[in-house]
């Protein structure tokens, strides 16, 4: 099984970009799917979270109110839209399958069984 994360790229403060995560071997929107990141010298951060045949999504109060993790069915595609974007969301973004765990409204890696490589985001001020 291979995740793969894309869309990556330079873009100025408060402007958007649009990640996109998709998988071999399974159905992907069929699957709880995380979207995580890792700044330089940083641990890894759950960004968002979604179990989609549950309604049930999850972000990360930094990104809440400007990030949105969404489905395309057809494509089996997961997307992770992104706007209003900040010096401090630069990181490499994961997308990962498996369980959407989250402890003290903190979106944890734990539950996740799938990794895809990454996908770089700078943001410049």
């Known amino acids: 099984v291979q995740l793969q994360a894309s869309g990556g790229g330079l873009v100025q403060s408060g402007g958007s970009l649009t990640l996109s995560c998709t998988a071999s071997?399974?159905?992907?929107?069929?699957?709880?799917v995380g979207w995580f990141r890792q700044a330089p010298g940083k641990e890894r951060e759950g960004v968002a979270c979604?179990?989609?045949?549950?309604?049930?999504?999850r972000y990360a109060e930094s990104v809440q109110g400007r990030f949105t993790i969404a489905i395309d069915n057809y494509n089996d595609t997961v997307y992770l839209r992104m706007n209003s974007l900040k010096p401090e969301d630069t990181a490499v973004y994961y997308c990962?399958?498996?369980?959407?765990?989250?402890?003290?409204?903190?979106?944890?890696?734990?539950?996740?069984?799938?990794w895809g490589k990454g996908t770089l985001v700078t943001v410049s001020s």
């Open positions: 071997e399974f159905t992907l929107t069929d699957r709880p």
């Open positions: 979604g179990v989609f045949n549950m309604n049930f999504i």
């Open positions: 990962a399958s498996g369980q959407c765990v989250v402890v003290d409204r903190v979106i944890v890696d734990d539950g996740m069984k799938f």
